[in-house]
């Protein structure tokens, strides 16, 4: 398995901005942000492949950009507009399969979990 290390998060006001890091340790053929708010199960946020296609789930598209360094050894994601409903913890994940077209795209297709990094936006 690959170790995932992240870093940023924190708190902001409605209508701010954060940007998380994930370190990798090894080679992925994807990686992904996930989120987990209280009482709700972990959804993908935004993935990349090693080709730099990206994925991201409905609710952040336009708010949100997923971004990696050439080796994707490094990934980021700006956030952009936060709302309170984007609080919860964001996990950095990471998987070396393609999954039939099916990378990252949830949890169920991945194979490294960072240790999670809280988000709170306060209204």
């Known amino acids: 398995q690959v170790q995932l290390v992240e870093s940023g998060g924190g708190s902001v006001q409605a209508g701010g901005s954060l940007r998380l890091s994930c370190a990798a340790s090894?080679?992925?053929?994807?990686m992904g942000w996930f989120r987990q708010a209280p009482g709700k199960e972990r959804e993908m946020i935004a993935a990349i492949n090693r080709y730099a296609i990206t994925r991201y789930a409905d609710s952040v598209k336009g708010r949100f950009t997923i971004s990696k360094d050439d080796a994707m050894k490094t990934l980021w994601m700006q956030m952009n507009s936060l709302k309170p409903g984007d609080t919860a913890v964001y996990y950095c994940a990471a998987s070396p399969h393609t999954y039939s077209g099916n990378w990252c795209s949830s949890p169920r297709f991945i194979n490294s979990w960072g240790q999670g990094t809280q988000v709170t936006v306060s209204s």
């Open positions: 090894g080679d992925t053929y994807c």
